[in-house]
Structure formats: C-alpha cells, structure tokens
C-alpha cells in the first residue's frame, strides 16, 4: 500500500480537490482507494458527497479511541472508500494533549487495520498541528499542492522543516514525493516562474538522507477549472460531475503519473533496514 498525505499549511492551493480527484481518478483506474478525511472542516466528506449524522463514527472516534477504521470506512464508489471527517474532530487535538503517544495514534489504528487497499490518501488540515503530526508519522510520502504565486511559497520551509523533524524523530521512512501545481495558468508569466523557482529549489536539495532528496514538481499540473470548484457542491468528484472537463483531464494525466512513480526509499530507511 502507497500511503499518501496531501499536505500544505496554506488554505486554497487545492489540497482538497486534490486529495479528492486523485483518489477518484486512481480507483477510476482500477486502484482500491481510501481517502481519510483528517480536516475538522469536512470538506472532502462532503465533496463526495458524505455527511455523517450525530452519533455516526469518524475519524474522530478513531483518534480517541472509541472505534476502529473499519468501523468507519464507507464505500462511496467502485474502488472507493472514505473515512469521514466531522467538526468534532476540531477538540481533538485539546482532548489529546495529554495522551502517552498521542503523534502516533493514526498510526497504530492503520496497523490494526486489515482492509487489503493499494492506496490510502489523506486529506489533512492546513496547518501543523497534532492531527498533521499523526499524518507524516503514519505515512511514506507527502504530495505538496501548490499554487503557483509568490504568497503561497511563503511557509514553504516551514513545512519542510517540519516533515524533517518527525523524519529524524518519528518516520525515518517519510519522503516529500513531489508538487502538485494547481489553479495553474500557462499563459502567465509568474506561474512559469514560480514553477521554474520550485524546480530549481528542489534540484539544489540533495542532501544524502534528506525527506526531499528526490522531490519535484509533477509534470502535470491541474490548470484552473471552473468545474472543479462546483463539483464539491452537488457531492461529486470531477468524474462524475464533469467527466470531459479539463479538471477531469488534468487529474486523470496526474493519477497516471502517480501510478508511474517508482516511490523511493529514505537512505535513512535503508540504513535502519
């Protein structure tokens, strides 16, 4: 199983209709997908269309102890599972604080977890807190949306910063795998310059060991779409809403670039193996 965290601090780059549209556009492809939703805002619950009810199970009740992922999980399409997020999950990290373990909580309940699945995403909130934490301790890879202006490179080594951290603490494992450009432009000259700032910054990182040692951008990228930001309103992925849209296009082009990646192994990983 390739565990995937879609990761930015930043709101609006496109980390939920990433999360969500590579997931579809992967079990479009034949892949068994789970997407966990680990956002107290919901938002790729209720793109696919999900609203758990009071007294329903989320992630929430995983975290604290209450319910297993299996317990959760619910099949929204062919190939396709989600675990649900709910506002809830916003006390968590409050509840949590005194909890023996609690940066690997995710982790111990996706080990205890026996659902045969070829990828496993997760949608995560656009900071750096606990429930993040929990993410980059349970995954292999970070995919970065990004989208393509000066502002939102600002924190960017923040964020590298912190996959480092719990690279060296928690995850030797853990790799920054790639950028996802979103909302792109090709017709503008600070998209192609930002995009070519991003390349360059990460061919300089090639520091034996290092989380993003073999980072890139991904050679497609998500232009803007109108239809990507009506499909979370009618519960829908980009494939059922718009399956001939550009946006359905770019996350197909993306998920077959995805399925092609050979994903790499920390020089740190190999020398604790």
Same mark, same amino acid.
């Given at each position: 199983m390739r565990a995937i965290a879609i990761i930015n601090q930043k709101g609006g780059v496109g980390k939920t209709t990433t999360a969500v549209n590579l997931s579809a556009a992967l079990?479009?492809?034949?892949?068994?997908?789970?997407?966990?939703? @680990?956002? %107290?805002?919901?938002? +790729?619950?209720?793109? #696919?269309?999900?609203?758990?009810?009071?007294? &329903?199970?989320?992630?929430?009740?995983?975290?604290?102890?209450?319910?297993?992922?299996?317990?959760?999980?619910?099949?929204?399409?062919?190939?396709?599972?989600?675990?649900?997020?709910?506002?809830?999950?916003?006390?968590a990290e409050v509840e949590l604080v005194g909890e023996v373990g609690r940066e690997v909580l995710l982790q111990d309940a996706l080990a205890n977890d026996p659902q045969d699945i070829d990828y496993l995403l997760i949608d995560c909130p656009p900071s750096l807190g606990l429930l993040t934490l929990n993410a980059l301790a349970a995954?292999?890879?970070?995919?970065?949306? @990004?989208? %393509?202006?000066?502002? +939102?490179?600002?924190? #960017?080594?923040?964020?590298?910063?912190?996959? &480092?951290?719990?690279?060296?603490?928690?995850?030797?494992?853990?790799?920054?795998?790639?950028?996802?450009?979103?909302?792109?432009?090709?017709?503008?000259?600070?998209?192609?310059?930002?995009?070519?700032?991003?390349?360059?910054?990460?061919?300089?990182?090639?520091?034996?060991?290092?989380?993003?040692?073999?980072?890139?951008?991904?050679?497609?990228?998500?232009?803007?779409?109108?239809?990507?930001?009506?499909?979370?309103?009618f519960g829908q992925s980009i494939f059922e809403y718009a399956p001939h849209s550009n946006g359905a296009a770019d996350y197909r082009q993306l998920a077959s670039e995805v399925l092609d990646m050979s994903p790499r192994k920390n020089t740190a990983t190999a020398k604790a193996n």
């Open positions: 079990a479009e492809m034949g892949q068994r997908v789970c997407l966990m939703d @680990l956002d %107290p805002q919901a938002h +790729a619950t209720l793109h #696919l269309g999900v609203q758990p009810e009071d007294g &329903e199970g989320t992630i929430y009740h995983v975290l604290i102890g209450d319910a297993r992922l299996s317990d959760v999980r619910r099949q929204v399409a062919e190939n396709l599972w989600v675990i649900p997020s709910h506002l809830d999950l916003a006390a995954i292999d890879e970070v995919f970065l949306p @990004l989208q %393509p202006h000066f502002l +939102a490179l600002h924190g #960017l080594s923040k964020l590298l910063g912190t996959i &480092e951290v719990v690279a060296r603490r928690i995850n030797p494992g853990l790799q920054l795998s790639g950028v996802v450009f979103c909302m792109y432009e090709s017709g503008t000259r600070l998209a192609q310059e930002v995009c070519r700032d991003v390349d360059k910054f990460f061919s300089q990182q090639h520091a034996p060991g290092s989380p993003w040692n073999h980072a890139s951008a991904f050679q497609n990228k998500i232009r803007r779409n109108i239809r990507l930001a009506e499909a979370p309103s």
